[in-house]
Structures are given as structure tokens and as C-alpha cells.
């Protein structure tokens, strides 16, 4: 059974950093590709980050371009969203999603952590 536990977040306050974590369990995290999405109460959710399956590719939204990075560590099939000067408006739950393609739209996904809030205070 495939299965994402994410950890991490938090509260913190702007200019701050924050590591997100997906643990991936049911496959090894090289067999899948891992995209990070975020979601606000009432609003469509938002694809902000994806890596490869074999991490040789990256992508990030504009929004989070130059402060967000994911990286893997396959030995323990965790892929990591590394989050650097938050801004209020990145508060959001955050998402990680597998799927069999890089990409940054949701319904390439199967399978979904259960998210994690992040506060950013101003």
C-alpha cells in the first residue's frame, strides 16, 4: 500500500524557514515522482513544487521560485520541501503528492500526504 506521512511545519514568522517532510512508504521515493502543492480555505489548490523520480529534476512555481527547493534522500525515501523566506501569503496546508510523472498539476497525482499547516505571521 502506498502511503505519504508528512511532517514538519508550523508557526513562524516572515523572513523565516521551515522544512517540510514526505515520507514515503509502499514504493521507494526514486520509483515515483513527488510534487508539493498548497491549499488556503476557499481557493483552488496550488502546485508550488515537484521533483523527479531519479531527482535530476526540479521544477518550482513562480511564487516560491529562488526561496522554496525539494530534494530526496533516498535512504530513507523521504523527499524534503525546504522552505526559505516565508511570507505571510505562503500560509497554506501543504501537500505532497507521488505520481508516475513530474509535474505540477494535482490530478497527475494518485496518492496524497495527509498535509501539514504553515502559518506565516507578518
Known amino acids: 500500500e502506498v502511503q505519504l506521512v508528512q511532517s514538519g511545519g508550523g508557526l513562524v514568522q516572515a523572513g523565516g524557514s521551515l522544512r517540510l517532510s514526505c515520507a514515503a512508504s509502499g514504493f521507494t521515493s526514486d520509483d515515483y515522482a513527488i510534487g508539493w502543492f498548497r491549499q488556503v480555505p476557499g481557493k483552488e489548490r496550488e502546485g508550488v513544487s515537484c521533483?523527479?523520480?531519479?531527482?535530476?529534476?526540479?521544477y518550482n512555481a513562480d511564487s516560491v521560485k529562488d526561496r522554496f527547493t525539494t530534494s530526496t534522500d533516498n535512504a530513507k525515501n523521504t523527499v524534503y520541501l525546504q522552505m526559505n523566506s516565508l511570507k505571510p501569503e505562503d500560509t497554506a496546508v501543504y501537500y505532497c503528492?507521488?505520481?508516475?510523472?513530474?509535474?505540477?498539476?494535482?490530478?497527475?497525482?494518485?496518492?496524497w500526504g495527509q498535509g501539514t499547516q504553515v502559518a506565516v505571521s507578518s
Open positions: 503528492a507521488a505520481g508516475r510523472a513530474r509535474s505540477i498539476l494535482q490530478g497527475t497525482y494518485p496518492f
Open positions: 521533483i523527479s523520480s531519479n531527482a535530476d529534476s526540479t
